[in-house]
């Protein structure tokens, strides 16, 4: 029984050790790495990808999209991000995604079937990283692909901190 205490004891001390020297600190602040994960891509700066977020049309059916750009500092003309999105359920089909902020809309690059299953249909598109932030950082905002899909409260909330994170370092 003794030895069974000494070498609990032990065991856990070699944690707490091993744990306290690792030096690799996220950059990531908290609460944020449930909501988007960083790549660093040296020069090129980082590479950001947003988790899935749901939006919802007035039948409840909804559109769940996630995000990938990579962001140094400074966004340029040229730079973009390509928006990955699921239609539930799959009957809905489209050749433009429309990001609508305060009321202008921004359309995005030829929308790309990739793969349909018994759920849902996936699709990817590409749109302006400007548009993206000011869509992220809006108060005012909706997606449409043949509906027009609303965040709901927690949405926002999630979409606040992302910008907030993200581009007001």
Same mark, same amino acid.
């Given at each position: 029984?003794?030895?069974?205490?000494?070498?609990?004891?032990?065991?856990?001390?070699?944690?707490?050790?091993?744990?306290?020297?690792?030096?690799?600190?996220?950059?990531?602040?908290?609460?944020?790495?449930?909501?988007?994960?960083?790549?660093?891509?040296?020069?090129?700066?980082?590479?950001?990808? =947003?988790?899935?977020?749901? *939006?919802?049309?007035? %039948?409840?059916?909804? $559109? #769940?999209?996630?995000?990938?750009?990579?962001?140094?500092?400074?966004?340029?003309?040229?730079?973009?991000?390509?928006?990955?999105?699921?239609?539930?359920?799959?009957?809905?089909?489209?050749?433009?995604?429309?990001?609508?902020i305060n009321n202008k809309e921004k359309k995005s690059g030829k929308v790309k079937k990739l793969f349909q299953d018994a759920k849902q249909i996936r699709f990817s598109?590409?749109?302006?990283? =400007?548009?993206?932030?000011? *869509?992220?950082?809006? %108060?005012?905002?909706? $997606? #449409?692909?043949?509906?027009?899909?609303?965040?709901?409260?927690?949405?926002?909330?999630?979409?606040?901190?992302?910008?907030?994170?993200?581009?007001?370092?």
């Open positions: 029984m003794k030895n069974k205490r000494i070498y609990l004891f032990l065991s856990l001390l070699i944690i707490l050790f091993s744990m306290s020297c690792n030096p690799m600190k996220s950059s990531v602040k908290k609460g944020s790495a449930k909501l988007f994960e960083t790549f660093y891509l040296g020069e090129k700066g980082t590479q950001y990808f =947003i988790k899935p977020i749901s *939006f919802k049309d007035t %039948n409840k059916e909804k $559109i #769940s999209m996630d995000f990938t750009f990579i962001y140094n500092e400074k966004i340029h003309a040229t730079d973009s991000a390509t928006i990955n999105f699921s239609v539930y359920p799959k009957k809905r089909n489209g050749d433009t995604l429309i990001l609508r598109t590409k749109v302006s990283l =400007i548009d993206l932030k000011t *869509f992220l950082g809006s %108060n005012s905002k909706s $997606i #449409s692909f043949t509906n027009e899909y609303v965040p709901q409260n927690s949405t926002l909330r999630k979409m606040r901190k992302i910008h907030s994170d993200i581009f007001n370092n």
